[in-house]
């Protein structure tokens, strides 16, 4: 048999999901895992190299980084100044400075503010 007083009656269920929303907080800081690596949770900046078909970024005479996207091989989507292109297991994302061009050949180009 459960008492209950007056005021100090907290449901269990409510304690339990206020414990579980704290415990991250209180236990330490959520770490996200990059090429074996373990990185703290957060803006981080990891150089990691991988290919996606159709998809080329290089550096031009500017100094800034280039995309070049041939959508005959990615299946590249364009919303505005941002360039999404799924993979089996994630999803590039790319943002560009503006609104990035599309030639009558499919080719996707513009200039990378953020991958």
Known sequence: MTTVRKGI?????????LALLVAPVV????????????LP?????V????????C?????????SHVRIDTSE??????GTTITIPQ???TLTIET??????DEGGTITGTVAKI
Request: hydrophobic residues 40%; aromatic residues 8%.
């Open 27 to 38: 236990a330490g800081s959520t770490s996200v895992a990059i090429g074996g690596e373990i």
């Open 74 to 79: 990615a299946q590249a989507r364009v919303a």
């Open 47 to 54: 150089n990691v190299s991988f290919e996606v078909s159709g």
């Open 9 to 17: 009656f907290v449901p269990f269920i409510f304690t339990l999901a």
């Open 56 to 64: 080329n970024v290089t550096t031009g005479d500017d100094g800034k």
């Open 97 to 102: 400075d503006e609104v990035p061009a599309k």
């Open 41 to 45: 949770q957060g803006d981080q900046t």
């Open 88 to 90: 089996e297991t994630y």
